[in-house]
């Protein structure tokens, strides 16, 4: 599938993508909370993942809870708008061939957002989150930075690919996830008059979160569905701060890494915060 194709229907689905721990859940919960056509509901002992929205990577190859086509045509049944949720690059090349037609076809039909996040935020939530459940994952953020993301790319690379292929395509809505957090309301209204949507502006406009696996748990089997967000401080673990967590040499290696990336996206002006005070750089 060209990755610049024609925009999709405007009243097709709505494909959020994003690299790992991006704000796709938040922006996802944002679009349900505020408009009816995004709005599903899940019943209780029902997993909300395959009901409030449908994450198209069940249909990779090799994917732990490998899905079907019928399963998402059950949420696009069930949901007039629904969020299509992916973490794979445009080309989708990581789909199982027998997939392939069937994913051509609906996004074919989708209109297409892409929400982004600061890169160092990014890498410190990701690596607490699979702290939480992979007991090979680096402690330190200097290992994790530079570990190898499966094809000889560190994983500060595989970030910068894969923000950079999204947004070099035509039909994508870029989503930032500062504005999402921080803006939120001009953020709505401008994503709405794009997606042919219409907020309902529930206050607050951002649903509560949940704050541990446990309370995620508990509003699946409670049926809440305010919250689709997977937290990362699994095990008791803080979350980490870049600013205080990179060394002088980290800094120089995800600029080197992401090759200026924080400078094109608007979170630094220069490459000298890679030389900066700690106290006084970043956002």
Known sequence: MSSHGAHGGRSGPILVASHERSGT?????????QVRQCRGRVGRFVNPHDSLYFSIDRLNAGHHRPGRPEECERVLRAI??????????????????????YIDALLERSMWVYCYRDGRNVMCSLQRFRQSFDTTASEGI?????????????????????????????????????EVV????????????????????????????????????????????????????GKG??????????????????????????????????????????????Q
């Open 182 to 233: 921080k803006d939120t309301r001009s953020l709505l209204e401008r994503v709405c008059k794009a997606l042919d949507l219409e907020p309902e502006w529930n206050e607050p406009l951002l649903p509560k979160p949940t704050k541990s696996r446990l309370e995620h748990w508990w509003s699946r089997v409670s049926g809440r569905d305010e919250s689709t967000n997977i937290t990362g401080r």
């Open 25 to 33: 859940h938040l922006f996802m919960d944002l679009l349900r909370r």
């Open 142 to 178: 200097g290992p994790f930075l530079r570990e190898d993301h499966g094809d000889g790319r560190s994983r500060v690379r595989a970030w910068a690919d894969h923000v950079r292929e999204w947004l070099a395509v035509e039909r994508v809505l870029p989503v930032r996830f500062e």
């Open 237 to 282: 673990l803080e979350p980490v701060k870049w600013k205080t967590a990179f060394t002088p040499e980290d800094r120089l290696f995800f600029e080197e890494q992401s090759q200026g990336l924080l400078v094109e996206l608007g979170y630094e002006k220069s490459s000298d915060w890679v030389n900066a005070d700690q106290a006084g750089s970043g």
């Open 80 to 101: 007039p708008r629904p969020c299509l949720k992916t973490h794979n690059t445009p080309r989708m090349e990581r789909t199982a061939p027998e997939h392939r037609a």
